[in-house]
């Protein structure tokens, strides 16, 4: 019974990914250069070693999957080429999914947020972007005023450019959200 549990969160994470992490042999490379390892609570090899275990509920829990940047050094430090950066972004994936509520609720808001301006506009747009973190953390003043020095200086527009065919890029989202049914 174990087993089949622990092919089955494998399984799910290959389909997902294409990602072999039983081909993972714990050399530790991505661990070692990992930029945020000293802010997660599962180091990356032990997050590949718990889907090999079938930990799932302990990996979705964790607040690693949410802290990592997918800066994807550790994916270019990986002598079997496993993209571990898009291992995380699939245990994420399965995580909101499941419901499952993230041990790091204001990068999970960021997430989302990032997501659905891409989805709103085709690409991401900064006053867009915080503008619904804020909105989602409740914190709407907290850095108005740096916001303001930014927008005076010229680093953001507050206008957003959009893609020509934003209906393609909701297709996209609308295809990916059927098959997470399926």
């Known amino acids: 019974m174990i087993n089949a549990v622990n092919e089955k969160l494998e399984t799910e994470l290959e389909g997902r990914t294409g990602q072999k992490v039983r081909a993972c042999y714990q050399c530790k490379k991505c661990s070692a250069g990992c930029p945020v390892a000293f802010a997660m609570d599962l180091l990356p090899h032990e997050v590949m070693k718990m889907i090999q275990y079938g930990q799932r509920e302990r990996l979705l829990e964790s607040s690693t999957i949410w802290l990592c940047t997918s800066c994807e050094t550790c994916t270019t430090r990986c002598p079997n080429e496993i993209d571990i950066a898009g291992v995380m972004d699939g245990l994420r994936h399965i995580a909101t999914f499941r419901g499952v509520e993230p041990s790091e609720r204001e990068v999970s808001m960021m997430h989302r947020s ?10 991401t747009n900064e006053p867009v972007l915080i503008g619904g973190y804020k909105v989602m953390t409740r914190n709407a003043l907290d850095d108005l005023g ?3 020095v930014m927008f005076l200086k010229r680093k953001i527009k ?19 959200r059927e098959m997470e049914v399926k």
């Open 114 to 123: 990032f997501l659905g301006g891409i989805k709103l506009l085709g690409r």
């Open 146 to 148: 740096l916001g303001a």
């Open 158 to 176: 507050l206008l957003p450019r959009t893609v020509k065919n934003r209906r393609a890029v909701r297709k996209i989202f609308k295809r990916t």
